[in-house]
């Protein structure tokens, strides 16, 4: 098939295939063909191990993609955790698609490599052209985020900005603003930060409600909702796993998994894996992350403004 785009990465980007038999994978096979790349390597999900290790060492280094459409989850997971430690190891750049249902596993599996992992979700075409496109880039990390990114990125800067605005303006009125009163702490929020997961779930459903009269997609703040619920968890003492946060963020699941990764290299989140069950993984704020959480909600009391 002719390129219709003709990235000039993935031209010389050699791309290896896994999927769960040797003839599947037709829509990255589609998408790779169609921004001008080449699979140069197809295996089923069970030899993909054994046989990436075997490759030589070719320059430019390839591109895995392990496309799980119709893995059982022994498999997935035995399968992601290995190929990524490899494609750390080699410094590969990776591609991992998997369903709803198989979020939990591949995070679980990925472990500690995967900041390195492009995560994709049930993905449409253009999905998987951009994550194609973004792995074949020279150097890897040479293409910036798409322009709906960059908008949220900036939302969420500027979401910092003003609350870090507001603590340090509190900070200065009530004791002249010392640095050290406005770091994060693990100390306990002052008694008038009271507030209860109740409060906090009645946010989260309210910001909910908007779709209902506007539509969905007017009001994506995936960062700040998954913030939230998983605030309220922890005032629950409760545990949240992946995929529940990824419904909580009320974002597509690819967006919602990348969003989980850059708030986990910000150290706001910590993943770990469920001590009964190794193909889960949970998340949760950090201690950092709660005491700021805890502050924030101080600082609205004091400024008589809502939590929203």
């Known amino acids: 098939m002719a390129s219709m785009f003709g990235f000039a990465g993935a031209r010389t980007t050699p791309f ?21 790349g080449q699979v140069t390597t197809h295996v089923a999900l069970e030899e993909a191990a054994d046989a990436f290790a075997a490759l030589p060492a070719p320059a430019p280094a390839p ?35 998997m369903s709803v249902a198989q979020i939990d596993l591949v995070v679980a599996a990925l472990g500690d490599t995967i900041d390195g992992v492009q995560l994709l979700c049930a993905p449409d075409q253009a999905e998987w052209i951009g994550a194609l496109a973004v792995a074949s880039a020279r150097g ?3 293409v910036r985020a798409g322009d709906e990114d960059r908008e ?30 406005r770091r994060m702490t693990f100390a306990a929020p002052p ?11 009645d946010v989260l459903r309210a910001r909910r409600l908007r779709d209902r009269f506007f539509g969905s997609g007017l009001f994506e703040d995936p960062a700040w909702d998954m913030l939230l619920d998983l605030f309220a968890a922890r005032l629950e003492g409760g545990r949240v796993s992946v995929s529940s946060l990824c419904i909580a963020a009320a974002v597509a699941p690819t967006t919602a998994l990348r969003w989980i990764g850059k ?46």
């Open 152 to 181: 949220r990125f900036a939302r969420l800067n500027a979401e910092i900005a003003r609350i870090a605005e507001m603590l340090a303006q509190l900070g200065e009125r009530d004791g002249g603003g010392r640095a050290e009163e």
């Open 16 to 36: 290896v295939l896994a999927t769960v038999d040797a003839l599947g994978g037709a829509a990255a096979q589609e998408a790779i063909a169609l921004i001008g």
């Open 263 to 308: 708030l986990t290299a910000a150290r706001l989140l910590d993943r770990a894996p469920d001590p009964d069950d190794r193909r889960r993984a949970f998340v949760g704020l950090t201690d950092d992350a709660a005491g700021a959480m805890h502050r924030y909600v101080a600082a609205l009391v004091e400024a008589r403004l809502p939590l929203v």
């Open 63 to 97: 591109v895995v993609v392990l496309d799980l459409e119709g893995a059982n989850d022994e498999l997935a997971h035995a399968v992601v955790g290995s190929v990524a430690a490899l494609a750390q190891a080699r410094a590969w750049r990776s591609i991992v698609a």
């Open 191 to 201: 008694p008038e930060a009271n507030v209860t997961a109740g409060t906090v779930r």
């Open 140 to 142: 890897g990390d040479a």
